[in-house]
């Protein structure tokens, strides 16, 4: 593998780094963070600047991109301090062309061109997390039209992205192998409810209880094949795994060259708590870290690239990546102490939000039990 940047690469972080830093201060989105609002405003700029339509076909009005792009861009904007999770429209595309028709991928690739991706996931239920058998959300069929009765929870993004995918099950299917559906629908419609959980962190993005109550949609909005929902959502797992893996990666770096910055400046005793040796401990085991979570994310996403299987490597690099950034920032408020702990400092608002990367996308157990089973069978008989 080349780990060098190509001259395109190089520019597009330039690009990067200069917009955030000259429209997106700091106080931007501790203000956002503050009043729990979606930062529409950066997304927009991010879009109209083209770093926003990244991984979106150009027929379609984006930018063509392979994947370990679209990761260096997610990873650099998380370092600059900007909620990188909300970007997931590439991953939004991916699966329309994949198994959307072509009035969803439409729709996703319109929504796209705001810069927010186009819809929120909703599988996750009460009784159902990482056990998607348990699903209880049904459709059935009546007059010619679809009716979605459940409940689901932790949809991130249902008050602020314009469409839903919705796993559902038929009660009666021929095949229980097959029970599992998608079905595209517009938040908005009669019978859908959405109360706001209060969460620890991600304070800049929606996350609600969905309730469903004989919601109406049509043929036409089934995703994909009917019974093949969770099939299709297989496809989509890992390289969510790998976003996750790539924002963890640039909040670490944030945080880690801002207790390094304040190492140098911050004296006590006479001299700076950067000359302390627990302090260059905890600065060089925060580096090692986090450069064996550039090689884990951008080999990850090279095998993507290549069309290469990541059912193992995926959740592999989630599992160290999410784990290691979550070290790494508690570090970084150990090195900077009280004021780390305070909202005057960043390092707190990336401390509550990096922890969800430890349980959305599939928790540390399950990637553990996902990665070993692929471990085993390499080594069966």
């Not at 062309?97 to 009460?126: I, K």
Request: with cysteine.
């Amino acid at each position: 593998m080349d780990f060098a940047l190509s001259e395109e690469q190089e520019l597009l972080l330039a690009s990067i780094r200069e917009l955030i830093s000259r429209d997106f201060p700091e106080s931007y989105f501790k203000t956002c963070d503050e009043q729990h609002r979606f930062p529409r405003e950066f997304f927009t700029a991010l879009a109209d600047s083209g770093i926003g339509l990244l991984g979106i076909p150009e027929e379609l009005g984006g930018v063509p991109a392979d994947m370990t792009t679209q990761m260096l861009v997610l990873a650099e904007i998380a370092r600059m301090g900007a909620p990188a999770y909300i970007m997931t429209e590439g991953q939004c595309i991916h699966n329309m062309q994949r198994f959307g028709n072509a009035r969803q991928l439409a729709m996703t690739a319109e929504a796209g061109l705001t810069g927010v991706p186009a819809y929120s996931l909703a599988f996750t239920e009460p009784q159902a997390g990482s056990d998607n058998n348990r699903i209880a959300t049904t459709y059935t069929r009546k007059n010619g039209k679809v009716y979605l009765n459940g409940q689901k929870t932790f949809i991130t993004g249902a008050k602020d992205l314009p469409y839903m995918l919705v796993l559902a099950r038929n009660p009666e299917p021929e095949d229980p192998k097959r029970c599992f559906t998608l079905w595209w629908l517009d938040p908005n419609s009669p019978g859908v409810k959405r109360n706001d959980l209060h969460k620890v962190g991600w304070h800049m993005i929606s996350n609600c209880e969905v309730f469903l109550d004989n919601v109406e949609v049509s043929e036409e909005d089934m995703v994909g094949r009917e019974g093949w929902g969770f099939i299709h959502m297989m496809e989509n797992f890992d390289i969510e795994r790998l976003v996750i893996a790539a924002h963890s990666l640039g909040v670490a770096e944030c945080a880690f060259e801002d207790a390094a910055r304040y190492a140098n400046q911050r004296v006590q005793f006479d001299k700076t708590i950067g000359q302390f040796q627990m302090t260059q401990l905890k600065l060089t085991q925060m580096a090692i870290k986090i450069q064996n979570m550039k090689n884990f994310v951008y080999r990850v996403a090279w095998e993507c690239d290549q069309g290469l299987p990541m059912r193992q490597s995926a959740p592999m690099c989630k599992l160290y990546c999410a784990q290691s950034a979550c070290e790494v920032v508690d570090d970084a408020m150990q090195i900077l102490g009280g004021l780390g702990y305070t909202n005057d400092s960043r390092i707190s608002r990336f401390w509550r939000d990096v922890r969800v990367n430890r349980i959305g996308g599939g928790t540390d157990e399950i990637m553990v039990y996902i990665a070993a089973r692929q471990i085993l069978k390499q080594y069966e008989g």
